[in-house]
């Protein structure tokens, strides 16, 4: 599908103001980067090269409980210093005191230069980095920031806006149904979850309904059923844009509608790795040591080195931060990530998030 020109163009990735050449590409770049299509079906390019990052120590500054097992933290710098600008729908990585990298929206108010806001749901029986942010991170903790905040899910404030969000995928979405209030733009938001109690910033998005009627939608699944992704498109006002984060259930489902509505454009963000739906069987194995280790083809690479290699770093899952990269010493890569330059390729990076192999390849990997 093809996504039409944003009437306005976000800042860059860093939220730094740029030259109309520069916006053009990035804007190429974000169209690519959320849907996966190119304007003519191409492949999607890799993201502008960034700075060097460099890690900040932020502190825990307030801690709130937002619903059922969701709890949002306020970090600041322990000198109460101003903090690196941001957009709606940027993101940061914190360095956990385990060692894991995780990457959580900014769900605050930009205009707040003394602190960051981030919102984490407790995720039963996944990588440990959630648990860890409800269980070790209390007020007054510190906690390391990679660089500057990120932007993969640039909100474009098009004249006309839907927002729709599952669950947690309210993080990013609120600081845009913010701006689109602050723009006068003609937006609407849809906010589904399985229950009341379990949807976080109620209080919040009630706030924003009073000041905005008719302009928010409360939905949960216990209320009014879980909702078709049709009937959310229909919320849309005129031929504008969607912005959808949220269950990979609910991204794929406005996927497929998307093509049926008036929508005009649609970005998204996953908070999990896309399906693997075309994955063929291959091997990978570890070094000099000779154990080869199947990858089915519903599996990504990752999945199967992280049994094997517990500490094997990752964090994204999806070929855009590069923090589970691997070299290839032999075999054939089918790349598949938005991180990697050709000449990182060419020198046998791989990121084993996304990356596979032909059907039948054995990968040989320095790890």
Not at 76 to 87: I, R, S, Y
Not at 223 to 252: H, R, W
Request: charged share 25%; glycine share 10%.
């Amino acid at each position: 599908m093809d996504i039409s020109t944003p009437v306005t163009r976000p800042p860059d990735l860093y939220g730094r103001p740029r030259g109309d050449s520069f916006m053009r590409k990035l804007a190429a770049f974000s169209d690519m980067a959320v849907t996966g299509l190119g304007r003519r079906g191409t492949p999607p390019r890799r993201p502008p090269a960034t700075e060097t990052p460099v890690i900040r120590e932020l502190v825990v500054a307030a801690r709130h409980q937002e619903a059922e097992d969701v709890v949002s933290l306020r970090l600041a710098a322990p000198d109460g210093g101003t903090l690196p600008l941001w957009q709606p729908g940027a993101h940061i990585e914190l360095r956990l005191p385990s060692g894991r990298k995780r990457q959580y929206s900014l769900c605050g108010d930009p205009a707040d230069r003394y602190r960051y806001r981030i919102a984490v749901r407790r995720i039963a029986g996944g990588g440990g980095g959630s648990a860890e942010v409800h269980d070790a991170l209390t007020d007054g903790m510190r906690v390391a920031v990679t660089g500057r905040p990120r932007n993969a899910f640039p909100f474009a404030a098009e004249a006309f806006v839907l927002l729709i969000a599952g669950g947690i995928g309210i993080t990013p979405i609120l600081p845009m149904a913010r701006e689109a209030a602050r723009r006068g733009l003609d937006w609407r938001l849809v906010h589904t979850g399985r229950s009341r109690d379990s949807m976080p910033f109620a209080a919040e998005l009630a706030e924003l309904a009073a000041a905005a009627p008719g302009r928010v939608s409360i939905r949960p699944d216990d209320e009014s059923g879980v909702p078709e992704a049709a009937d959310l498109l229909s919320s849309i006002p005129a031929a504008g844009a969607v912005y959808c984060c949220g269950p990979a259930p609910m991204i794929d489902g406005v996927r497929r509608a998307f093509g049926g509505s008036r929508a005009s454009a649609l970005h998204f963000e996953r908070f999990a790795p896309a399906p693997i739906t075309d994955g063929r069987p291959f091997e990978v194995q570890l070094g000099d040591t000779g154990r080869v280790l199947p990858v089915p083809c519903d599996r990504s690479a990752l999945d199967v080195l992280h049994e094997a290699l517990p500490d094997l770093p990752f964090s994204c899952r999806q070929g855009f931060c590069g923090t589970c990269r691997v070299r290839v010493a032999h075999g054939q890569v089918d790349h598949r990530d938005r991180r990697l330059t050709a000449t990182e390729r060419a020198a046998g990076a791989m990121l084993p998030c996304v990356s596979r192999a032909p059907e039948g390849e054995r990968l040989v990997l320095e790890v």
